[in-house]
């Protein structure tokens, strides 16, 4: 299995502009996690998913950023505009129900974004 | 909420040696999982070991041990004859058994753990 893949790997945007992330979790797991990590928060939940379907985005920060999961293979977090304080590394993990996120997530390789 | 406290944001080890990380969690439940990931510097997130709560033997697996103290709400980890490899962050997270708490990994804030040659 290709794992938790996650693209770009890396992202340089000009404050203000639109910035999607994408995440494709591994096939036949059926929830999806957002997390963004930075040096002041460290790992945050930002939304995660079941079947499609957000469960809690209570983490979500601001109004600027949405995620939506179109189907089950593909996942995006966006920030429309992106702001210097949206640079982070941003996660995504996915897990095959709810018995198997007892033995943990599988995280992808996540995007380092920056905001200039 | 549940929270996660690592105490030592660096600890240092030579190689060879044996180096233990803290952990400490605030819960009001009785059933749950908790996690060791370690993260090198290529940025993956990679799982080095799990406990469940209910049972009291610690979890081993090869070099990597924890000492889980329930009552105390302590989850430590002991890496055993430090590798060079071994060099990276480590976040302890929880995470509830109770499906209406929802399915969240909690995080500390990491500990960064250097091997000395």
């Known amino acids: 299995d290709a794992g938790v893949i996650q693209s770009p790997r890396h992202e340089v945007t000009e404050m203000g502009q639109e910035v999607t992330l994408r995440c494709k979790p591994i096939?036949?797991?059926?929830?999806l996690f957002w997390y963004r990590q930075t040096m002041m928060r460290g790992l945050e939940l930002l939304i995660y998913?079941?079947?499609?379907?957000?469960?809690?985005d209570s983490g979500m920060p601001e109004d600027r950023f949405s995620a939506k999961m179109p189907n089950a293979s593909f996942s995006t977090l966006k920030i429309q505009p992106s702001e210097p304080r949206d640079s982070a590394v941003y996660f995504c993990a996915s897990s095959l129900g709810w018995g198997a996120s007892n033995y943990g997530y599988t995280f992808g390789s996540g995007t380092r974004l920056t905001v200039v | 909420a549940q929270t996660v406290t690592q105490s030592q944001p660096e600890m240092s080890v030579q190689e060879a040696e044996t180096v233990t990380l803290s952990c400490t969690y605030d819960?009001?439940?009785?059933?749950?999982?908790l996690f060791w990931y370690k993260q090198p510097p290529s940025r993956q997130m990679i799982l080095v070991i799990r406990q469940e709560a209910y049972k009291q033997q610690n979890a081993t697996e090869n070099r990597f041990s924890v000492n889980f103290q329930k009552a105390a709400k302590s989850f430590s980890l002991k890496i055993s004859d430090s590798q060079l490899g071994d060099a990276a962050m480590y976040f302890c997270a929880y995470r509830s058994a109770v499906k209406a708490a929802g399915n969240k990994l909690t995080f500390g804030g990491g500990t960064r753990v250097l091997v000395k040659p």
């Open positions: 998913f079941n079947n499609n379907v957000p469960i809690d």
């Open positions: 819960t009001s439940e009785s059933d749950y999982y």
């Open positions: 096939s036949g797991h059926d929830y």
